[in-house]
């Protein structure tokens, strides 16, 4: 099914989450997009520029390199939708080139709508190119856009930065084929794929020594304390980013320090914790060489052109929809 119910409420969103998620028998886990709010795009924003996390930087520089090739290999009467948008900052390259042949309208799609005024003021000085923001679910987001579709044009397709990664091979296999029903024949997915790499590199990346990335993981307690006033005392869990060698990812989790509970009163929960238990809240699936090229022909894509990054294994991956 293609159409996803808007729910009108965040906050119930929020709240109905956090209580699946905290409550199930098993793993708890969270879902990695309330990572995500001011506190965390913020971390981010310093996460993408650690030494030890390559992978935004890879993605910068393919874009900016390689962007008028990429445009070159794209229709020219194209609208853009990109997929979780963030500041839009490394997409500056890629709407330039696209520009410079043609008025083009871009649509970023995102969640938190401080990225995407962020998206829009960073963005809003190309000339010849209209923005309007959608902030949707990706899917939500990218029905809406086609649905704008004029005679003749085409679609594109942004998901950059290593988000497919943070699906599971099956979901990111299904998220495809959605995308691609939502398209037609000729359109284009620009996908960043994330490749793997030795595992303390990968380790460094997701904690790094300044604890930057265990900050941002542990803003997603620090918020539910906000919103939900939960009472989460932040000492007592640390953030611990781990290698699963069965599903090629690096987990993020929560670990508490201690036995103890945390009370959410908006959510109507209390909630107990054995020391070294953990809530999952995050995965980053890691590609092999040729992974991308055939999860996108299942979805119904061919690979127009690949870009690796020679200093930071991580591609940029031009499909167009059969
Ligand atoms: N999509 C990013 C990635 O998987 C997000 C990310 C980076 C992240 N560091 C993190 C998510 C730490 C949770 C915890 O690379």
């Avoid at 900016?64 to 939708?81: F, G, L, Y």
């Avoid at 980053?284 to 060489?289: A, E, F, L």
């Avoid at 200093?311 to 499909?319: G, I, M, P, Q, T």
Wanted: proline letters at 4%.
């Amino acid at each position: 099914m293609l159409t996803h119910a808007i729910t009108a409420d965040p906050v119930l969103e929020f709240v109905s989450d956090v209580r699946a998620g905290l409550t199930l028998r098993g793993q708890k886990e969270l879902p990695s997009k309330y990572l995500y709010d001011d506190v965390g795009s913020a971390l981010f924003e310093v996460i993408s520029v650690l030494p030890q996390y390559g992978l935004t930087r890879a993605d910068e520089r393919l874009l900016r390199r390689h962007a008028s090739e990429i445009a070159d290999n794209v229709p020219k009467h194209v609208a853009v939708a990109e997929l979780g948008s963030g500041s839009g900052k490394k997409t500056r390259w890629i709407l330039k080139a696209l520009c410079r042949r043609q008025h083009i309208s871009y649509f970023p799609i995102e969640i938190s709508p401080t990225a995407l005024a962020m998206c829009e003021r960073e963005l809003g000085d190309i000339e010849s190119m209209s923005i309007v923001g959608f902030e949707r679910e990706y899917l939500d987001g990218l029905i809406e856009v086609v649905a704008r579709r004029h005679d003749g044009q085409s679609i594109l397709v942004l998901f950059l930065g290593s988000t497919i990664g943070n699906f599971d091979r099956p979901a990111a296999a299904k998220f495809l084929r959605e995308v691609r029903n939502i398209l037609q024949p000729g359109d284009s997915l620009l996908l960043g794929t994330d490749f793997e790499k030795p595992i303390p590199q990968l380790i460094a990346a997701y904690d790094d020594p300044l604890g930057v990335t265990a900050a941002f993981n542990l803003n997603l307690l620090a918020r539910i304390n906000r919103e939900l006033d939960a009472d989460f005392v932040l000492e007592q869990f640390e953030h611990v980013a781990k290698f699963n060698p069965d599903a090629r990812s690096i987990e993020m989790h929560l670990r508490s320090r201690i036995d103890q509970n945390a009370t959410i009163p908006r959510a109507g929960l209390s909630v107990s914790f054995r020391e070294g238990e953990t809530i999952w809240t995050e995965s980053s699936h890691k590609y092999g060489w040729t992974e991308p090229l055939r999860i996108a022909k299942d979805a119904g894509f061919v690979c127009k052109a690949q870009w690796i990054d020679q200093e930071w294994a991580f591609a940029e991956n031009l499909f167009i929809a059969e």
